[in-house]
């Protein structure tokens, strides 16, 4: 008889607050010969994981398994990884390694991508497979849980101050970063900036948490999502997946700043006048990550070191996580505990 494991499993898109994802059992995944199967300890829960669960993501799997902030422990692998490891395995599953893309070191963009509880089963299960060159290996500063929403939060917030071109145009220290929406991936790339000496201005509509969380992490200045902040910024990273924000930030962007947008789904973008863009001013997508990012962003958080406030909910409660996630009612990230 096939081994078993739990999982909570999407059949068909439909609003979280109708319970869409239901408990089953699954065979335990076969692995190929280039895979590792990991027993899941944590999954941290993500918008995208949302996106998916309520269709604004079309589904590419039918039915799916979602979670791709995955924390456990290695069950079999073949060499360089051993049974026992810690391993962090996250969205992007599997690249084609030979379009120009993966050969120009721009893997993220790759056409035959595959995706972690979007194209492939995820980390809602008790087990889950990946490829062994697409798994980290962890740092051991950070618990499980609190390494969770690196993996996705984290590294998609890294790429985006990246995308701000900060570094390259004057450096960090004293420059101005805007954060529209403060969830997982907004306090963590906040810690990020402000160990590299920049001035963070965090715009989110929650006061009680998100606010009075940003600015216990250091940020300068706090105020609503549709604030102008008291200066002009150089940058700013929407993480909200609002497009009415767009307008709203290029405001709030002084000449030759850059705005980017760190999401995979965005409601539409409201019409732009063009003075909003005059003064060589940028607007630029973050889409995935390569595996680079994810090991530089890892050794940056440990240094650092980050610390990601998380709130858990059982395993079972995967409905209810997304819910809460959707109400902005999480302070910080939200983390499934399976094991």
């Known amino acids: 008889m096939p081994e078993k494991m739990r999982a909570m499993m999407l059949d068909q898109p439909a609003p979280v607050e109708t319970r869409p994802l239901r408990a089953v059992e699954l065979d335990v995944p076969a692995l190929g010969e280039d895979d590792v199967l990991v027993q899941v300890s944590v999954c941290a829960i ?9 269709g604004e993501l079309p589904l590419r799997r039918t039915p799916i398994v979602p979670g791709h902030q995955i924390v ?3 069950e079999r692998a073949a060499a360089p990884l051993t049974p026992g490891a810690r391993v962090g395995i996250a969205w992007l599953h599997r690249t ?3 379009c120009r893309f993966c050969l120009s070191g721009r893997e993220n963009l790759c056409d035959a991508a595959e995706f ?3 194209t492939v089963n995820g980390g809602y299960a ?5 490829p062994a060159s697409f798994v980290y290996p962890l740092p051991e500063g950070f618990t499980d849980l609190e390494a969770a929403p690196l993996l996705c939060a984290g590294i998609i917030g890294y790429r985006a101050l990246r995308a701000t071109e900060l570094d390259r145009r004057g450096g960090w220290h004293g420059a101005r ?5 403060f969830g997982a991936a907004g306090h963590i790339c906040l810690q990020i900036a402000r160990a590299r000496g920049a001035e963070v201005y965090v715009m989110t509509r929650d006061r009680e948490r998100h606010q009075r969380l940003a600015a216990e992490l250091g940020a300068t200045w706090t105020g609503g999502v549709t604030d102008a902040p008291p200066v002009k910024l150089d940058a700013a990273i929407i993480f909200a997946p ?3 924000l767009i307008p709203v930030a290029l405001r709030a962007l002084d000449k030759g700043g850059t705005l980017v947008l760190g999401g995979i789904h965005m409601s539409p973008t409201p019409p732009l006048e063009y003075s909003l863009l005059y003064g060589e001013r940028r ?5 995935n990550n390569t595996r680079d990012d994810g090991r530089e962003f890892l050794a940056e958080a440990a240094t650092v070191p980050v610390r990601t406030h998380v709130q858990t909910f059982p395993f079972e409660r995967a409905n209810e996580a997304l819910l809460a996630l959707k109400n902005d009612a999480i302070r910080g990230a939200g983390v499934l505990v399976v094991q």
């Open 46 to 54: 993500c918008r995208t994981d949302l996106h998916i669960v309520e």
């Open 72 to 74: 456990g422990r290695v």
């Open 96 to 98: 084609c390694g030979q």
């Open 116 to 118: 972690t509880g979007w």
């Open 126 to 130: 008790e087990r889950v497979v990946a």
């Open 177 to 181: 970063l805007g954060i529209y929406g």
């Open 242 to 244: 609002a497009g009415e």
């Open 283 to 287: 607007i630029v997508s973050v889409a």
